[in-house]
């Protein structure tokens, strides 16, 4: 397995504490988050599938769908800052907890209370899990980290892909029910997973948790800090990119005159380029460094986005599709590494609680505002309007912070 060694004082990381233990749990750490994932991927579709079936209208299930995100978008810095605090223990059973509860009770009970908890418990329970793992996957050497970061973003890609594809074909063969049940099974693995760990989980704890006595303070010395405003801003864009696509090219293939099964193979090329390029990441990352690994992705899906509108051919989108499946997924990893990088001492999970609000508000604002404009300007122009703000971006990161400036 792979290994969070121990720091040396002289390349500490800012937001690293002092003589971390080893861990030699990473990868199973990131595969307990892959399980979760899946029922994270997977609630959100049966769910929607369970409401409609149950004859709820269309904003009851949008609203169904969108606590998924709102409530992880309000809460998420203080679970940040409660991480920071209490260690990473407790934050990962409880998330594991509450996803294992979210899955479990529609699979009990098929009503619209059931439901609302349940998008309330998976949405909230896996922001807590995700923000203690990857406050752990943080605390170490800079290529550590990086290679941790890495596995991280394959497991959860694969699971993007897996949970979606797991509920559908259970709702179609098993019925609602049964697919929440199978959902239930994630959680459940992961629980085991943590109690497997639970020794080297509690070793370094203490570690992790040093800033119990520290006095509250407020989110707004993070935004202070300018390499972490900027990390946060270009990965704000960077998420908005994925799910601005998402959105969008289901829209654009329906104006087009294109079936369902076309678009879900456009978007389906997508997903399969995040895996693809992350499993060759770690090679990548050996040669190139973050910023512009990060700077190259914001061009090339620019790019890409001001090209996707001009083609009507299926092979043309499906390889633009893929290009800028390669392009975003290739992110994660570095963004994550550099939020640790940069984030103050004893405040890195609560940096990572701020992106994931970030992140989150962009999942709930982008296809309000864009469904407006789309029916207005139309989609071809929602496309550039992107391609613009990505344009933006990297030209306002052309001079990202020098490595050496992350070391104290």
Not at 115 to 130: E, R
Not at 282 to 294: D, F
Request: include cysteine.
């Amino acid at each position: 397995m792979i290994a969070v060694n121990a720091v040396p004082t002289s390349n500490r990381s800012p937001s690293s504490p002092s003589g971390s233990p080893e861990f030699s749990g990473a990868v199973l750490l990131c595969l307990l988050a892959m399980m979760n994932h899946v029922a994270l991927t997977g609630g959100r579709i049966t769910v929607s599938l369970t409401a409609l079936q149950m004859g709820l209208s269309t904003f009851k299930v949008g609203t169904l769908v969108a606590v998924f995100a709102v409530l992880p978008m309000l809460f998420s810095v203080r679970a940040g800052r409660w991480v920071d605090r209490v260690g990473i223990v407790r934050p990962l059973v409880i998330g594991t907890s509450l996803v294992a509860i979210g899955t479990a009770l529609p699979f009990i009970f098929q009503t619209q209370t059931a439901l609302l908890v349940a998008s309330c418990c998976i949405g909230i329970g896996f922001m807590l899990h995700q923000v203690a793992t990857q406050d752990l996957l943080g605390h170490a050497e800079p290529a550590q980290r990086l290679r941790n970061f890495s596995f991280m973003s394959l497991a959860l890609a694969g699971s993007g892909f897996s949970g979606p594809l797991i509920a559908g074909l259970a709702i179609d063969n098993l019925g609602t029910r049964t697919a929440f049940g199978l959902l239930a099974l994630g959680p459940i693995l992961s629980g085991i997973g943590l109690y497997y760990l639970r020794h080297q989980l509690k070793a370094v704890d203490s570690q992790l948790s040093g800033a119990k006595e520290a006095q509250r303070r407020r989110v707004t010395e993070l935004l202070a800090v300018p390499a972490l405003r900027r990390i946060l801003m270009v990965n704000t864009i960077l998420s908005g990119a994925w799910d601005t696509h998402l959105f969008v090219v289901p829209i654009f293939g329906v104006a087009i005159g294109l079936s369902a099964t076309t678009i879900g193979v456009i978007l389906a090329s997508f997903a399969a380029a995040t895996f693809v390029i992350r499993l060759v990441l770690p090679l990548i990352m050996r040669r190139v460094r973050s910023w512009t690994l990060v700077r190259v992705a914001m061009a090339t899906a620019a790019i890409d986005f001001m090209l996707y509108p001009l083609f009507t051919d299926v092979t043309v989108l499906i390889v633009l599709s893929f290009i800028l499946g390669l392009a975003l997924g290739c992110c994660q990893p570095s963004m994550l590494s550099l939020l640790h990088q940069h984030s103050p001492p004893g405040r890195a999970a609560e940096a990572v609680g701020l992106r994931m609000a970030l992140i989150n508000g962009s999942q709930v604002s982008l296809p309000l505002t864009f469904g407006a404009l789309g029916a207005v300007i139309g989609v071809a122009p929602l496309f550039w309007a992107y391609s613009l703000a990505l344009m933006a971006g990297g030209w306002a990161n052309r001079n990202p912070p020098l490595e050496s400036d992350r070391k104290p």
